[in-house]
């Protein structure tokens, strides 16, 4: 029977639309940022669905959401989810997709009667995105790293509000201490958020590691100066200076392979017409599927900014913001994902993930990995993110009978 088990797609699909409805923009898509009360109302939802299927529902301390479908051997536990928090001008689909498609496969399975040797769990990471509280991926960094929880429920706002208190204001502030449910194994379906699948036509992206990401935020501080009467050799100018190293990182992406840099936020002091500028703060997302070419990019940067001439008369601050070595997966959960899609006759391909995730945290301390579908044009963290239900529904069956072998 297990062979021929489905998960009911008009009932995903229904529920994503529910989902997607809490916090939702009128352009269509979805503004649910972590701990907000539109994030209150989904978690609520999410814990009605949970109730009607007599799940045990856990709550931590950092508010992560736990719904226990309880199997033979309490020492053994397969977790499955994702995250309900939203960009501010987020889709329908980036993390709901993984948490109610964990949903739809623990509520087939209890449908079916069908028995599990583990434990299945059906988790909601707080704030993964990190657009109200940093770092990103916090209710997955406090699970694998309880001894940081007091740091991370101090984390404000740009209100000054802490995330305790943001728990506090919307009643999830759990008392369960973090890391108390460990995993054999944790799987996370997850749109693209790329053109890979989609452009390949294939159906199901197996996740084999996360590259690894370095932010950093440069501060350039030159000397102010009239537009009009300063000739360009006695400018201290700090755009002209990241302009040149823009333009160099550039290149190294073609010379290192597989290597991504991006200058994503810029700020410019004075900020006016006719001002040679003074300072500059900049920030740099340094990505890589390997940790040696990663630090050889960090280097060849380093070494620009302190050679360059545009850079001499300029005084240079670097601050690391995030430094995250590169994730890869575990085989046993890559080869029972790929295993399935040939069972199911789903089309797959063996690719790593280019942003962050919840399971990238969770294999620093667990076997884990993420079954990826296809994002029509490439498209997230935007209202027109897409993934159609049919792609959802080989996404969830994916999953679901990866959960079915892992259980063996």
């Known amino acids: 029977m297990s062979k021929n088990l489905r998960v009911n797609a008009d009932r995903l699909h229904q529920r994503i639309q529910q989902m997607a409805a809490l916090g939702g923009l009128p352009s269509g898509g979805v503004k649910r940022l972590t701990l907000t ?10 814990t009605n669905w949970m109730t009607e299927l007599k799940l ?21 536990c397969i977790g499955i989810g994702s995250h309900l928090d939203s960009v501010p001008t987020g889709g329908k689909y980036d993390g709901p997709v993984g948490v109610l498609g964990a949903l739809e496969v623990a509520q087939t399975l209890i449908e079916n009667n069908m028995a599990l040797n583990s434990t299945l769990v059906v988790a909601n990471y707080t704030n993964e995105e990190g657009v109200r509280f940093f770092p990103d991926m916090m209710g997955s960094l406090a699970h694998a790293n309880p001894d940081q929880v007091k740091h991370y429920l101090q984390a404000k706002d740009s209100h000054g509000t802490t995330v305790g208190e943001a728990l506090r204001e919307i009643g999830y502030d759990g008392k369960v201490q973090c890391g108390s449910i460990g995993y054999d194994h944790f799987i996370e379906i997850h749109i693209e958020q790329g053109p890979i699948l989609e452009e390949k036509k294939i159906d199901i992206g197996v996740v084999h590691g996360v590259q690894a990401i370095h932010w950093m935020k440069l501060t350039l501080e030159g000397k102010s100066a009239h537009a009009g009467t300063t ?9 002209y200076a990241l302009s040149r190293l823009s333009n160099y990182v550039r290149e190294l992406c073609t010379e290192i392979e597989n290597q991504l840099v991006t200058i994503g936020s810029v700020e410019v002091f004075p900020n006016a017409i006719n001002v040679v500028p003074e300072k500059v703060i900049a920030t740099l997302d340094v990505r890589n599927l390997n940790d040696d070419r990663l630090a050889r990019a960090l280097e060849k940067i380093d070494q620009f900014v302190h050679t360059d001439e545009s850079f001499a008369h300029l005084k ?27 069972q199911l006759g789903y089309s797959s391909l063996p690719m790593h993930s280019g942003a962050g995730h919840d399971a990238q945290i969770l294999a620093t301390k667990y076997s884990a990995a993420m079954i990826f579908i296809p994002s029509k044009n490439g498209v997230s963290h935007a209202v027109d993110e897409y993934s159609s239900p049919d792609q959802i529904e080989k996404g969830a069956n994916t999953l679901l009978h990866t959960v079915l072998t892992l259980d063996q």
Do not use: Q, W
């Open 37 to 46: 009360l539109e994030d209150k109302a989904a978690r609520d939802l999410l």
């Open 56 to 76: 045990e529902i856990i709550v931590d301390e950092m508010g992560n959401m736990f719904g226990l479908h309880h199997g033979s051997n309490p020492d053994r």
């Open 231 to 239: 000739p360009i050799y006695a400018r201290k100018d700090a755009f």
């Open 316 to 342: 240079v601050s670097k601050e690391v913001l995030v430094n995250v070595p590169a994730v890869h997966f575990s085989k046993n959960v890559t080869d029972a994902i790929a295993g399935s899609c040939k």
